[in-house]
């Protein structure tokens, strides 16, 4: 048998929360035109003439704020998710098998990545985007970037992909336990909002499947939950540039929603299998400042799925069948 390898890869993140280090990161993520969908003669300019001398140090700002001593969150709940699923893994029989994870952007950087398992022998790789939607600008980049890889091969491995897992079973399993152990040790909120991250909504005109697959796990986790019309919400954050993106958008609805009344809100990051800067700043700190601000009274954050048993249980259930032809 050809000895096969298991890949986990998720967005990226600077390697310092520092200004030069951010800068650098942006300017690979920013630079993508999957990305940014504009006209290279048009954006290139922008970015590298006022974005890159503007943002990164209010974004190593923000960084500072969730920094660990083991790094980047996104960092140390995606490599810890790799052990926990090695372990599974050969747990179940599959102690030959090669697990690694790579960042999209930043380090450790997929071609480096990919190269490491073929030295080690990785004839073919089972790619897992950690995105559960897909959209061109996650999961559509990811490919990019490992076609670019294999264009680079003398022999390269045999590439299988899951594209997207966002009714999986096990998945939506884990977020609704979630859920329930929260309200079980917190109590339950008025609602509760499940916040995706946003893209252009002239990318989904054109036909990326990402809102219809944001939606369909809202319908598929407030189904497990056993919630009502009325009592969920699915919403999109992070924003960026002036450009219409997919609505409605999380902080004016939580504020609009504490304006109406409303005194709690739990909120989850379903799209998020693993807690980073657009959840742990702008969910837990900033849309809870704006919440309350508005007039709510209590936000309640629900951390991503991180290193959840149930989360990683399922992550071994989506890709062991695909290891196994």
């Given at each position: 048998m050809s000895r096969q390898a298991l890949l986990l890869i998720n967005l990226g993140t600077p390697d310092a929360p520092d200004t030069p280090a951010v800068r650098r990161y942006l300017a690979e993520f920013l630079g993508d035109p999957r990305v940014v969908e504009l006209p290279r003669l048009l954006w290139l300019p922008i970015l590298h003439g006022i974005i890159l001398n503007t943002r990164p140090a209010k974004s190593a700002a923000k960084y500072a704020t969730i920094?660990?001593?083991?790094?980047?969150?996104?960092?140390?709940?995606?490599?810890?998710?790799?052990?926990?699923?090695?372990?599974?893994?050969?747990?179940?029989?599959?102690?030959?098998?090669?697990?690694?994870?790579?960042?999209?952007?930043?380090?450790?950087?997929?071609?480096?990545?990919?190269?490491?398992?073929?030295?080690?022998?990785?004839?073919?790789?089972?790619?897992?985007?950690?995105?559960?939607?897909?959209?061109?600008?996650?999961?559509?980049?990811?490919?990019?970037?490992?076609?670019?890889?294999?264009?680079?091969?003398?022999?390269?491995?045999?590439?299988?992909?899951?594209?997207d897992f966002h009714t999986d079973p096990g998945y939506i399993g884990a977020l609704a336990n979630a859920v329930r152990e929260h309200w079980q040790a917190h109590g339950r909120g008025e609602k509760l909002v499940m916040s995706f991250h946003g893209i252009p909504q002239?990318?989904?005109?054109?036909?990326?499947?990402?809102?219809?697959?944001?939606?369909?796990?809202?319908?598929?986790?407030?189904?497990?939950?056993?919630?009502?019309?009325g009592e969920w919400l699915a919403t999109f954050q992070s924003r960026f540039g002036a450009a219409k993106w997919l609505q409605p958008y999380t902080q004016p609805t939580l504020e609009e929603l504490a304006r109406s009344g409303l005194k709690r809100v739990d909120v989850i990051c379903p799209g998020f299998p693993a807690d980073c800067l657009e959840t742990l700043e702008e969910i837990a700190m900033e849309c809870k400042e704006a919440f309350l601000h508005a007039g709510g009274q209590e936000f309640h954050y629900l951390p991503c799925l991180n290193e959840r048993p149930d989360w990683i249980a399922a992550l071994a259930d989506l890709c062991q069948p695909r290891l196994a032809d």
């Open positions: 920094w660990t001593p083991e790094g980047s969150p996104l960092k140390v709940h995606t490599e810890r998710q790799a052990k926990l699923l090695r372990g599974l893994l050969g747990e179940r029989g599959r102690q030959d098998l090669l697990i690694d994870w790579a960042m999209r952007y930043g380090n450790p950087a997929i071609p480096a990545v990919l190269d490491r398992l073929t030295v080690s022998g990785a004839e073919e790789i089972l790619i897992l985007p950690l995105y559960p939607q897909w959209a061109g600008s996650t999961t559509g980049s990811t490919q990019d970037a490992v076609t670019g890889w294999l264009k680079r091969q003398k022999r390269p491995p045999v590439i299988r992909w899951i594209e002239r990318s989904v005109d054109r036909g990326d499947p990402y809102a219809r697959q944001c939606h369909a796990t809202a319908h598929a986790l407030a189904a497990a939950l056993g919630l009502e019309t």
